[in-house]
């Protein structure tokens, strides 16, 4: 089990960038795949970004290459979301997620989410 709290939620303008972080309790870290998925009021959560064990590999959404960038650090227990050129329909709140397997872009495959974290975007 991996303790997972997301932060660097916020207001932002469109256009503009935000970086979103989360930050893993536990010494099993370096042993799960990471991803962040979105989740807009009404809808159902959405993938965003996934990222391997050792941060070689990485998967996008269609909707967010070019513009996200997800990064990890082991030493650190944290994974990053870089997040760039936002958009209004960015908007949702933020969850990262830790799964046995790389890549998944199924929430059902991954085992331990955060709280989230709130990013508005406005137009």
């Known amino acids: 089990q991996v303790q997972l709290v997301e932060s660097g939620g916020g207001l932002v303008q469109a256009g503009g960038s935000l970086r979103l972080s989360c930050a893993a309790s536990g010494r099993t870290f370096s042993s799960y795949a990471m991803g962040w998925f979105f989740q807009a009021p009404g809808k159902e959560r959405d993938f965003v970004a996934a990222i391997d064990w050792r941060g070689y590999s990485t998967d996008y959404a269609d909707s967010v290459k070019g513009r996200f960038t997800i990064s990890r650090d082991n030493a650190k227990n944290t994974v990053n979301l870089q997040m760039s050129s936002l958009k209004f329909e960015d908007t949702a709140i933020y969850y990262c997620?830790?799964?046995?397997?790389?890549?998944?872009?199924?929430?059902?495959?991954?085992?331990?989410w955060g709280q989230g974290t709130q990013v508005t975007v406005s137009s």
């Open positions: 997620a830790a799964a046995s397997y790389f890549p998944r872009t199924l929430p059902g495959s991954y085992a331990n």
